[in-house]
């Protein structure tokens, strides 16, 4: 488990962090490319839309079992379900695409499952799951 | 994110800004903020090349997108989906080819797919190619 800041300049650090945990699975290097992003989009968000001017804690814990790989991303920001948010359509109209939807796009693409909920003590836990046979 | 110039004589004057390392929410303005510099300037067409780029979130791509706003002089308000929506419509009205995108890493070029700019930028394989397309 990885505790920080939602300071935009721990990205980097977070990255890493979800890299070498996830090159170690059976993943290929473009499906931990794709894992990489997604948890650094939906970090990006907490840190800029979540938290805004002010700092708080963010806790990144990853699990795995033969098929999955669990990723919970938790805050004290303010409550914010993305999952709540319609799903882009390329093939649609872009006007059509909220704003701020280009990470959480990535976020949807390059994960099988995004579960939120609500913390007892207030915050956010952002739950990104990627299986790990027939990745996509 | 490193970022260094060179000049290029294509049919016009063109500025290659050579990016390296992350683009990630971290840093996107600073290749905004390099990319205004160099307008006020007298720069008039740019090229990106990503080829030293390894990692590019949606801040990078908004940051792209911003500057194509900014080469058509105008003002930089949206964020996300409805900047690239303008970029798009702006399209659809004639090909502006004033920033153009080269050399993007597999995983990148994938990543930009996935977010529609191939529909939005020109998109080059190498730097030559994309030259002698201003």
């Known amino acids: ?136 | 994110m490193d970022i260094t110039l060179t000049t290029a004589q294509a049919r016009i004057p063109v500025t290659v800004l050579h990016l390296q390392g992350k683009l990630d929410g971290s840093n996107y303005k600073e290749l905004i903020n390099k990319a205004q510099e160099l307008m006020q300037g007298g720069t008039r067409a740019l090229l990106v090349d990503l080829a030293g780029v390894d990692f590019m979130s949606s801040a990078g791509m908004v940051a792209l997108l911003s500057i194509a706003k900014l080469l058509k002089g105008q003002i930089v308000e949206e964020e996300g989906w409805s900047l690239l929506h303008s970029a798009g419509r702006e399209l659809s009205h004639g090909r502006q080819n004033l920033l153009k995108l080269c050399s993007p890493q597999p995983r990148i070029a994938q990543a930009l797919e996935i977010a529609g700019f191939d529909l939005v930028f020109d998109i080059f394989s190498d730097s030559s190619q994309a030259l002698a397309a201003f």
């Open chain 1, 1 to 136: 488990m990885l505790q920080t800041t939602s300071d935009i300049h721990n990205l980097n650090t977070i990255r890493n962090f979800v890299e070498t945990y996830a090159s170690a699975l059976s993943m290929s290097p473009e499906a931990v490319y794709g894992i990489v992003l997604a948890v650094d989009e939906a970090v990006t968000n907490i840190i800029l839309h979540g938290y805004g001017a002010i700092q708080g804690p963010v806790e990144i814990e990853l699990t795995h079992d033969s098929q999955t790989l669990t990723i919970s991303l938790r805050d004290q920001a303010h409550l914010f379900d993305p999952t709540k948010v319609p799903p882009a359509s390329l093939s649609g109209s872009l006007e059509e695409r909220p704003l701020g939807g280009l990470g959480l796009h990535f976020i949807r693409h390059y994960t099988d499952e995004l579960i939120h909920r609500a913390l007892p003590g207030g915050g956010n836990e952002l739950i990104l799951r990627k299986h790990l046979q027939g990745e996509k």
